[in-house]
């Protein structure tokens, strides 16, 4: 089965060691049939050992690299982790014939360059969609590299609470997904200082990456996770085993024992190529399942059949190799040439790799007069020339002509067309913008900033999936065009993949530094948390990263540049307040010489300004159009101001109402500007934390007062925000600790609804694929309100209604349904078998969806607002849990006002009672209806609302 060949010699720790070792006759052949040859590294000998096949022969080199340890194999290169250093090998297999002996290599891989890390222990490398990601076993954590410092950290474990060197839980392996860390190996949930140590006999666990969440714990020393053929496979390194993981259940399926500490594992078609260490008898490696025969125990590589589990080819070192560490196999070379940093003795022959005549700066000289187009010209290579948080201002902008742009299209220059795309964007025309854009990039569809401002418009049209592809293409094209990292950071935010975001951020300062990634980075979010656990996690990790942002004099400028939201924050269910005021910080705002008091007129009108992005078919219209229509214009001189050009049947109800409707550009300086022109002595945000030109807004002066309420219920930390304009009904009693501004708590809820109607045929349950027979407890929330904390009272309504089907929306990003369906597939009864996802409804439809659920269910703690609204007009039986913020708190206060507080849960179990007996008593949820069909009407249409306004408007002024 074997042959031996003990006639290589290496070199270990100056002394010359005999290797001697034996393989299956077949190794060869397996190699040549697969087209690969493979890499092992082994830390103990110092040595990157090369197996290739030559004339159905195996070919074996050493190479070497103080004490190595991971490897990674990407596209053309190869990474290499030594002691302190990671070392870069790049292919160059156009000399590889004519390398001595001619003709005997198929490939060549050169030492190119190489990074100094320090003695971080980097067990796993990979290369990913964002360049090489390393295991950095001594700090617990995974990092890339970073040229400024010895790591970039990125990632690790929520449990362990300290970015140090004290290897607490010996993080050592990492599986990739989709080109980013998905899956980890630890050998110790621990915290403490080598804290692994004492359990290692089944203490080993994988982590989820975006989670943090553990998978499956009870392994021991488990090594070497990786996802192949869309299954995560593991080595149970302490037990020898090739396994299965059953990701859903948490267990382990074996595929193949193998006589050997497994460590090392590569994967090519249907074979797993796996590395065995014989273990030594100390504190390590004692006591461990594979040392009970430890004679029977090999150092060396077993090719594994996965369709059978049967091991087909093998190689066993005998002599001066104990220990191997990474396994990974080069495919389409079978043998090639490697030349590590340190010659191999006997073979100091240099390879000399230059470039081409064409290429050098010995080449044909410019002459003089003449330029050579800049690496920053977007014309000619597409990099940036323009940060997407600092868009043109329309002052620099020659105006829009549609009629010279269309019949002088084709005879624009690049730049031209560019000018006259940012022009028609600011006249709000963002797809002829886009259509200029494209003829554009059709002359130059390499451009990474053409491609990023086609991402832009895309995102401006809505259109999120397209945005990201073109982003994407941006980096592609130029690896260091920060604005469309900036940007993907963002949409993976959105598309919940915080970890890809983070990474994103990270590459943006490295390409370009700038504050505003720091403050990015600090703020990224899950959109939706697998549990508590993990929403603790990223919290904390956020007041932490807001609180250095502080300590460290971070300062964003927004004179010019869009500030991020932070809206996902709000559904976390805590109190804000100084992570907000905190972030106050960080930004900063102008005052407008316009924004002074002594402007107005005694006894004038007073001049009142509404502000938002979204006065269209939208929340904050419903909200605020009967305010803005019903202001006595006896006294009230009233601005709409909308951020965005939209075009619908309510944004001529606001055109209507107001005295003057203003659009300004989405350019924060032309914005503020055009804002403090008007002269206002009252300016309203009707939502804070939504937009991003909001967002930017509220950090200046632009009226003597400045005031915001709840369309978004969260405090906007900013020290230009007097006044948070909420209701008596809908605050605790100690609610002024939520706001960092002056809470004006109105007797009632301050919104002149006007009261939504049925229209059209009455729809049933069929009408919207649910069973007549089954109660349906309606949720119709976005995908963020779902709490994990709210999953307690649906696990009680299900378990206690068997006939109850849990009805939802579809998230508008496909994302976030999935995160929903994989939390609920572990935590609710019989998984989603009894969860029904509805596409989203036309208004209409969505009345009636409303109509006909047996029950409404409030989420908490971040509750329904306009949702409620609806439901009581059509007499939907809604059940609400209180919570301790305004965002908790609004379904309450309606309730409230209609008299019907029985309807206000004190706790969970209350919550479930409440919606148990309304799913399954027909005769008392038809009284409930009754009653609040009958009692909602104090909700709508009341003028008691808007005159509370008035006189909090007279009082400021």
């Known amino acids: 089965m074997s042959e031996s060949d003990s006639g290589h010699t290496l070199h270990v720790r100056e002394q010359e060691v005999a290797v001697d070792y034996e393989h299956s006759l077949n190794l060869a052949d397996v190699l040549q049939s697969l087209n690969v040859s493979v890499l092992l590294s082994t830390y103990q000998a110092g040595k990157l050992v090369l197996i290739g096949s030559q004339s159905d022969k195996p070919t074996f080199s050493f190479h070497s690299f103080d004490q190595v340890m991971g490897v990674a194999v990407g596209k053309n290169r190869i990474a290499v982790g030594s002691r302190r250093q990671i070392h870069f090998l790049n292919a160059a297999h156009e000399v590889a014939p004519t390398v001595p002996p001619a003709g005997a290599f198929d490939g060549c891989f050169l030492t190119r360059n190489s990074m100094t890390t320090g003695s971080i222990h980097g067990h796993d490398l990979a290369f990913g969609s964002e360049g090489l990601w390393v295991v950095n076993t001594l700090f617990s954590c995974l990092c890339t590299l970073d040229g400024e410092y010895n790591f970039f950290p990125r990632w690790r474990p929520p449990f362990v609470s300290q970015l140090i060197d004290q290897d607490r839980c010996h993080l050592n392996g990492m599986a990739m997904e989709n080109g980013v860390p998905r899956y980890v190996t630890v050998l110790g949930l621990t915290d403490e200082p080598a804290g692994w140590r004492s359990n290692k006999k089944s203490g080993g666990a994988i982590l989820d990456v975006p989670s943090g969440e553990v998978v499956v714990q009870g392994l021991c020393m488990p090594h070497s996770p990786r996802v192949h053929q869309g299954q995560l496979w593991v080595l149970n390194s302490g037990r020898g085993e090739l396994s299965i993981v059953d990701t859903r259940k948490g267990k382990l399926q074996v595929v193949a024992s193998l006589p050997g500490y497994t460590r090392g594992l590569s994967f090519h078609g249907n074979y797993a190529f796996v590395g065995l260490s014989r273990i030594r008898e100390t504190n390590i490696f004692g006591g461990l399942p594979i040392g009970e025969n430890p004679n029977e125990l090999h150092c060396g590589l077993g090719i594994v059949d996965l369709s059978t589990g049967r091991t087909v080819a093998t190689l066993r070192f005998k002599t001066g190799v104990e220990e191997l560490f990474a396994v990974e196999t080069l495919p389409g070379v079978l043998n090639p040439k490697i030349v590590g940093p340190s010659p191999i003795p006997g073979d100091e022959h240099e390879i000399w790799i230059v470039p081409p005549l064409d290429r050098h700066t010995m080449a044909v000289q410019v002459k003089p007069g003449q330029v050579k187009p800049s690496r920053y010209d977007p014309v000619h290579s597409g990099n940036v020339v323009e940060n997407s948080w600092a868009r043109f201002s329309s002052a620099d902008v020659p105006a829009y002509d549609s009629k010279t742009v269309e019949d002088n299209r084709s005879t624009l220059t690049v730049a031209e067309l560019i000018a006259q795309s940012d022009a028609a964007h600011a006249a709000g025309n963002v797809t002829i913008a886009l259509e200029l854009l494209q003829e554009a990039l059709s002359r130059t569809p390499h451009s990474a900033d053409l491609l990023n401002r086609a991402g832009n418009l895309h995102q401006d049209l809505g259109n999120q999936d397209a945005a990201l592809q073109f982003y994407q293409s941006a980096v592609q094209a130029d690896a260091d065009c920060a604005p469309a990292h900036q940007n993907l950071g963002i949409l993976w935010t959105v598309n919940n993949q915080p970890m890809r975001a983070l990474n994103h951020f990270g590459l943006a300062q490295k390409s370009q530094p700038n504050p505003m990634n720091f403050v990015l980075g600090a703020k990224v979010l899950p959109v939706l948390y697998d549990d508590l656990e993990h929403l603790k996690y990223w919290r904390s990790r956020y007041v932490q990263c807001v609180q250095a942002l502080v300590a460290d004099g971070v300062q964003i400028d927004t004179a010019n540049a869009l500030a991020d939201t932070s809206f996902y924050l709000a559904y976390q269910g805590e109190n804000d307040r100084d992570i907000m005021a905190n972030l106050g910080k960080v930004y900063r705002g102008v005052d407008c010489p316009q924004a002074r008091r002594d402007r107005r007129p005694k006894g004038s009108k007073i001049r009142v300004g509404f502000v938002s992005a979204y006065f269209r078919d939208h929340t904050i219209g419903r909200l605020n159009l009967g305010r803005i229509r019903g202001l006595s214009r006896e006294s009230f001189e009233v601005f709409v101001i909308a951020l965005n050009r939209s075009s619908d ?309």
């Open 649 to 957: 049947a309510m944004v001529e109800l606001f055109r209507s109402a107001a005295d003057h409707y203003v659009t300004v550009p989405r350019h924060v300086a032309s914005a503020r500007r055009r804002i403090a022109d008007m002269e206002l002595d009252v300016l309203v945000f009707a939502d804070i934390g939504m937009d991003s030109l909001t967002q930017s807004l509220c950090y200046s002066r632009m009226a003597p007062i400045q005031a915001v309420t709840w369309g978004h219920p969260d405090t906007s930390g900013s020290p230009a925000i007097e006044y948070f304009v909420s209701s008596e009904l809908a605050e605790s009693v100690d609610a002024q600790a939520h706001y960092t501004e002056r809470l004006e708590r109105l007797p009632n809820l301050g919104v002149y609804y006007e009261r939504p109607k049925l229209s059209g045929p009455k729809r049933t349950k069929e009408s919207f694929g649910l069973s007549q027979h089954k109660h349906a407890y309606l949720c119709p929330q976005t995908s963020f309100k779902f709490h994990p904390a709210f999953d307690e009272a649906l696990q009680g309504i299900l378990n206690g209604d068997p006939e109850g089907e849990l009805v939802v929306l579809e998230g508008r990003v496909p994302a976030w349904t999935e995160a929903l369906k994989r939390r609920w597939e572990r935590v609710l009864p019989d998984g989603l078998r009894r969860v029904k996802f509805l596409k989203s409804q036309p208004q209409p439809d969505f009345l009636h969806l409303l109509a006909c659920a047996d029950v409404v269910l409030d989420p908490f703690p971040f509750c329904g607002g306009n949702t409620s609204y609806e439901s009581f007009a059509v007499g939907a039986p809604v059940v609400t849990y209180p919570g301790q913020y305004l965002r908790g708190r609004l379904t309450a206060a309606m309730l409230h006002q209609m008299g019907l507080d029985s309807f206000m849960a004190g706790n969970v179990g209350q919550y479930v009672d409440i919606a148990l007996a309304l799913g399954q008593d027909p005769s008392h949820n038809a009284t409930v209806r009754n009653s609040m069909l009958g009692q909602s009407s104090v909700l709508f249409e009341q003028p008691e609302e808007i005159k509370s306004w008035e006189l909090l408007l007279r009082k400021w002024v």
